[in-house]
C-alpha cells in the first residue's frame, strides 16, 4: 500500500507542475491536422500565443480528467514495478560487465510489468480523449466543453461510446513500448550509477532524479511518431464531426507520411520532452524520497 500511495502522489506532483507543457504538445499535434499553415511553429510560440488568447488557465484544461486516472493507474504501476524488483532480484548474479545489469536489472522485470499496465491503458484511453478535447477547445472560436464530465456526457451523446473507446488499441501501441523503454531505462542508468557509486544504497535524490530525466528523454524520443498517431486520432472529430480523416492506424501513418513527411512524425517532440524529461524526474524523485519517508 506504502508504494502505491508514494507512487500516486509522486504521479500526481509531476502531473500538476507540467500540465502546461502537456496542453501545448496537443495542441502542436492536433494543429497539423486541419491547418496547412499551423499557427504553433514551436513550444514558445505556442505558449505566448495561448496565454495572450486565452489566459493562464488554458493551460490547465483537461487536468481534472488527467487527475481521476492517473491516480489509480500510478499507485498500481510503482506497486508493480516494486514487485517485479524484489522478485527479480533474486535472479540477478554479480558480474562486472554491464551485460547483466542491462539484461537482469532492467529488461526481465519490466517486460513483465510492460503486461500489466496494458489494462491500465484500456481504463485510461476514454479519461484521455477528454483532457485532450479540452486541451484542444481552445483553438476554436465557440467552445463547446466546459468541464470534463460536460464534455464525456457530450461525447456519448453527440458521437458515441467507440469515440471515447475505440482508439484503445492506438493508445496500447503508443503505450507498451514507451513504459518498456521508461522503466528499463530507468533501472539501468540506476544500475549504471550504482556501479559506480560502489552500491545502490549510495545513491542520492540527484541521482534518482537524472535516472528518471533519462529515463523520460529515452522513452519519449523513440515513441514520438506513436504518439502523433494516438492524437490526432483521439482529436480528428473535434473540428469536423461528419469527416473521420483517418480510417486507421495505418491510413494515419500513410497520410501524415504523404502530407507532411517524417516531420509531422516529430510534431510536438520537443513540447513532449519539455513535459516528461522533468515531470519524470520530478515523479523519481518524489517516489523515492516518500518511499525513503514513509515505507
Not at 227 to 255: G, I, L, N
Request: aromatic share 14%; glycine share 6%.
Amino acid at each position: 500500500i506504502q508504494h502505491a500511495l508514494c507512487g500516486a502522489a509522486a504521479q500526481i506532483t509531476a502531473a500538476v507542475s507540467m500540465c502546461p507543457a502537456d496542453t501545448i504538445k496537443t495542441r502542436i499535434q492536433f494543429d497539423g491536422l486541419y491547418h496547412t499553415n499551423p499557427k504553433y511553429k514551436n513550444f514558445a510560440l505556442a505558449f505566448i500565443t495561448i496565454a495572450k488568447t486565452e489566459g493562464p488557465r488554458a493551460f490547465t484544461r483537461g487536468l481534472g480528467a488527467r487527475l481521476l486516472y492517473i491516480t489509480p493507474a500510478a499507485g498500481i504501476s510503482f506497486l508493480c514495478y516494486e514487485e517485479m524488483v524484489k522478485h527479480f532480484s533474486k535472479f540477478k548474479y554479480e558480474s562486472k560487465t554491464y551485460v547483466s545489469d542491462i539484461f537482469f536489472g532492467a529488461i526481465l522485470p519490466f517486460t513483465g510489468m510492460t503486461f500489466a499496465r496494458v489494462f491500465g491503458t484500456a481504463v485510461r484511453t476514454p479519461f484521455d480523449v477528454v483532457k485532450q478535447r479540452l486541451q484542444v477547445d481552445g483553438t476554436f472560436k465557440e467552445r463547446r466543453y466546459k468541464n470534463s464530465i460536460q464534455a464525456f456526457v457530450n461525447i456519448w451523446k453527440t458521437e458515441g461510446p467507440m469515440t471515447l473507446f475505440g482508439t484503445i488499441h492506438v493508445a496500447l501501441m503508443r503505450d507498451a513500448p514507451f513504459l518498456l523503454f521508461y522503466y528499463s531505462s530507468y533501472e539501468l542508468a540506476k544500475n549504471m550509477q550504482s556501479k559506480l557509486m560502489s552500491g545502490r544504497d549510495k545513491l542520492t535524490i540527484g541521482n534518482h532524479l537524472l535516472s528518471g530525466a533519462f529515463a523520460g528523454m529515452i522513452s519519449t524520443t523513440l515513441t514520438i511518431p506513436m504518439d502523433v498517431v494516438k492524437t490526432r486520432m483521439q482529436t480528428q472529430y473535434a473540428a469536423r464531426q461528419d469527416e473521420k480523416r483517418y480510417k486507421s492506424v495505418w491510413d494515419a501513418w500513410r497520410s501524415i507520411w504523404q502530407n507532411e513527411g517524417f516531420k509531422g512524425f516529430t510534431r510536438g517532440l520537443s513540447a513532449r520532452l519539455l513535459y516528461v524529461t522533468p515531470s519524470a524526474a520530478s515523479v523519481w524523485g518524489s517516489y523515492e524520497t516518500y518511499k525513503k519517508l514513509y515505507v
